[in-house]
Structure formats: structure tokens, C-alpha cells
């Protein structure tokens, strides 16, 4: 069983309103990372961590924030939502020196900005 | 680039039919191939995995996978459909060029007739 865990599983927020969605695993994996899911259409990386203190960008620009000052919480930001930042975001990590590839999923957080 | 196409975005069966999803990709050498599936509300399960070896491998809740390089092709099966199966197939491959990340597919809804 996967113990991934995100908050809150809803949102629904006014445009300009600073917002942090959480994530946290127990599993003690060192990379995480941030998807972005949207209807039919493929998963984009958004961010991912290889451990404490380090952050990366991923494949879509994404105008959100991260950190990871602790193994098992990889957070993100939004300074100031807008309508176009409406998506469901999944967290996600991931122990490569043992399963390359597979990742854990928490349920995501479903995002609306109005 | 990598890249995973789905042909079919949505596919529906009659509980009981057999069920076959399609996944074609585009990688530079032997990739590691992945089913998940997204039950609604819920993150990515992996249901199953290919690194090497046997071309055909099983997976968790009854469903196999066929890698065939020749046609750049790892399709998803199952014999024989439950209810409990409608849900979101992705499929994912990698890894990318920086030997970290992996590419998701845009999905496939299966919905299951009763």
C-alpha cells in the first residue's frame, strides 16, 4: 500500500489568492515529483526533487513554486492563482535505486480558480 | 524525444468481453514500458511493467502486456472485463534522455457495460 498523501483533495480559490498544495509520503523515497493532469491529455511533469534541498523544473512551464527542506514533504506554491492554473495536480515519488520508473501516486488535488 | 501515443480515448465492453488498449512509442533504444490506471478521484496505480526479459508480463487485477519492438507497441490485455475495471489507462515510457523522467501516454477511458 502506497502511504502518499496530498491536501487538500479540493480547492476552489479567487484569482490572486496565494495557495500551497501539500504532499507527503511515508515510504522514505528521495525523488518526488509534481504532475499536472488535465482532461485527455497526457501528464505533465511540472517539477521533481532528487532529495532534501534540491528542485528541478520539468517538462511544462509552470509558473508555480516548490521546496523540500524535508524528505517526506515536497509542497507547491502558487503566489497568485489565476483561471488558467485550474487543473488537477498529482503528487508523486519514487525509489529508483530499487524500482526505476515506478512511481506512487497520491490522489491528487483538483484545483479551481475562479 | 520520447513520446507515447493511445490511439483510442475512450473505449467501452461489455462486462465479460475481452478488452485490448493500444500504446505505440517513440524511444532511441529498449525502453522501460508501464500500464497505470486511474480509478475516478484516485492517483495512478502501476498495474504493470516491462524492463527486459519476457515479453509478455503479468500484471496485478488479471491484466497482461505484450512488448513487441518490431511495431514499437506495448498493448494492455485482460480476458475477460469487470465492472471494477472502468477507470483511466495510461501508459508510460522512458527513460529520457537524462535517465530520470518518464513519458505518460493522454490516457484511455474505459467504461464497462453491465
Known amino acids: 500500500e502506497a502511504d502518499i498523501y496530498q491536501t487538500p483533495r479540493y480547492l476552489v480559490i479567487g484569482t490572486g489568492k496565494k495557495i500551497t498544495l501539500e504532499c507527503s509520503q511515508t515510504m522514505g523515497h528521495d525523488k518526488m515529483y509534481w504532475y499536472q493532469q488535465d482532461p485527455g491529455m497526457e501528464l505533465h511533469l511540472i517539477h521533481y526533487s532528487y532529495g532534501v534541498n534540491s528542485t528541478e523544473k520539468g517538462d511544462l512551464s509552470s509558473e508555480s513554486t516548490v521546496s523540500r527542506i524535508r524528505t517526506e514533504h515536497f509542497p507547491l506554491t502558487l503566489e497568485s492563482a489565476r483561471p488558467s492554473h485550474t487543473s488537477q495536480y498529482l503528487c508523486?515519488?519514487?525509489?529508483?535505486?530499487?524500482?526505476?520508473?515506478?512511481?506512487?501516486f497520491g490522489p491528487g488535488t483538483r484545483l479551481t480558480v475562479l | 524525444a520520447q513520446s507515447v501515443t493511445q490511439p483510442d480515448i475512450h473505449i467501452t465492453v461489455s462486462e465479460g468481453a475481452s478488452l485490448e488498449l493500444r500504446c505505440n512509442y517513440s524511444y532511441g533504444a529498449t525502453p522501460y514500458l508501464f500500464w497505470y490506471v486511474q480509478s475516478p478521484g484516485q492517483g495512478l496505480q502501476l498495474l504493470l511493467k516491462?524492463?527486459?526479459?519476457?515479453?509478455l508480463v503479468q500484471g496485478i487485477k488479471g491484466f497482461e502486456a505484450e512488448f513487441k519492438r518490431s511495431q514499437s507497441s506495448f498493448n494492455l490485455r485482460k480476458p475477460s472485463v469487470h465492472w471494477s475495471d472502468a477507470a483511466e489507462y495510461f501508459c508510460a515510457v522512458g527513460p529520457d534522455n537524462y535517465g530520470q523522467n518518464f513519458v505518460f501516454g493522454p490516457g484511455t477511458r474505459l467504461s464497462v457495460l453491465p
Open positions: 508523486a515519488s519514487s525509489d529508483p535505486t530499487r524500482l526505476l520508473g515506478v512511481l506512487f
Open positions: 516491462y524492463f527486459s526479459g519476457d515479453t
